[in-house]
C-alpha cells in the first residue's frame, strides 16, 4: 500500500484472477533450483552482485509454499539500469516491474521455473525486513506454522488478484518481523 493507504497503480492495473491460490508442501528440489538460479546470476553480474540470496516461503524448509522461487539480489545502485538489467535479461530474467518509489525495487521475472528476482540497493531496509521474516520462519517453528494455517486458509478463499492474498497476511508478516527484531 502507498503512504496514502491506497494501492499503487500498478497493483490497481493487474489482471484480474477470480481464484484460489495453490500452496504445496515444501519441496525440497527448490533449494536445488535455487542454487542453479544463483550461479545464472552471479555468472551475469560478477562482482556487481552484492547479496544474493533465496528468500520467500520456498527458502524455508517445510514451509508450504506456491511453488514460485523467490530471490533477493543487492546491487550498488538499483537506478542505474544500464549497470545490471541488460546482463540479467541477456541471463533469462526479463524485466518485468520497475517501483523507483519503493526502494527502487525492480522485479525480474521467469517461468520455468517460476522465479521472482527482486532488486534492491545495498542497505535496503525492504531487503532487511525480507530477511529476517525468513530467518525468523526458518529458526522458530512456532512462527512457522503460525504463518502456514494463515496462508493455508486464506488460500482457500477466492480472491480477485494474488496481491490480495499477499496483502491479507500483512498483519501476521508485520508481528512476525516485529518478533524478530525484538529477539535479535
Not at 494501492?7 to 533450483?33: M, S
Request: aromatic fraction near 8%.
Amino acid at each position: 500500500m502507498d503512504a496514502d493507504g491506497t494501492r499503487p497503480e500498478y497493483l490497481r492495473a493487474q489482471p484480474a484472477f477470480h481464484g484460489t491460490v495453490q500452496l504445496v508442501d515444501h519441496d525440497p528440489a527448490w533449494g536445488e533450483q535455487y542454487a542453479v538460479l544463483a550461479k545464472a546470476v552471479t555468472d551475469a553480474l560478477g562482482d556487481r552482485v552484492l547479496l544474493l540470496e533465496h528468500c520467500g516461503s520456498t527458502s524455508v524448509p517445510g514451509l508450504a509454499a506456491k511453488p514460485v522461487i523467490d530471490m533477493l539480489l543487492l546491487v550498488a545502485d538499483p537506478a542505474d539500469e544500464p549497470a545490471y538489467v541488460p546482463d540479467l535479461e541477456a541471463a533469462g530474467f526479463p524485466l518485468h516491474l520497475r517501483e523507483p518509489h519503493w526502494h527502487e525495487h525492480r522485479l525480474f521475472r521467469q517461468e520455468d521455473p517460476r522465479v521472482n528476482l527482486h532488486v534492491f540497493g545495498d542497505g535496503s531496509p525492504e531487503a532487511e525486513r525480507m530477511l529476517l521474516f525468513r530467518d525468523r520462519l526458518r529458526d522458530v517453528p512456532e512462527e512457522r506454522a503460525a504463518y502456514e494455517r494463515t496462508k493455508r486458509e486464506l488460500a482457500t478463499r477466492t480472491w480477485g488478484r494474488v496481491q490480495d492474498y499477499a496483502d491479507a497476511k500483512t498483519e501476521v508478516v508485520e508481528a512476525i518481523i516485529e518478533r524478530a527484531r525484538r529477539s535479535g
